[in-house]
């Protein structure tokens, strides 16, 4: 099983990110993701998650209406859209999967908020 995140880099604050994390070796319709971040010093956090189906999902309340979590099913993909970022938002950010006690995370993408 692998998950690759990619879209991180460096932006200024009140700019916007796409990260997505594409997912192979695994049924990824059955599997909850999340995106999780981790910044330095401090313990790793959920952010956003969603349902199998992409129906239904959650943020953290630090990032709610900034940040839009999505899946396609059909391209083994999910998605964290990050709008008007703020320098707080920096961090290591992973995308996991879960089913029931199964967890996989990818190796993280770097996002920087910074002027």
């Known amino acids: 099983v692998h998950l690759v995140e990619s879209g991180g880099g460096l932006v200024q604050p009140g700019g916007s990110l796409r990260l997505s994390c594409a997912a192979s070796?695994?049924?990824?319709?059955?599997?909850?993701m999340n995106w999780y971040r981790q910044a330095p010093g401090k313990e790793r956090e959920l952010v956003a998650a969603?349902?199998?189906?992409?129906?239904?999902?959650s943020y953290a309340d630090s990032v709610k209406g900034r940040f839009t979590i999505s899946r396609d099913n059909a391209k083994n993909t999910a998605y964290l859209q990050m709008n008007s970022l703020k320098p707080e938002d920096t961090a290591v950010y992973y995308c996991?999967?879960?089913?029931?006690?199964?967890?996989?995370w990818g190796q993280g993408t770097q996002v920087t908020v910074s002027s």
């Open positions: 996991n999967a879960v089913r029931v006690v199964v967890n996989y």
């Open positions: 070796g695994l049924t990824f319709s059955s599997y909850y």
């Open positions: 969603i349902t199998r189906g992409g129906d239904s999902t």
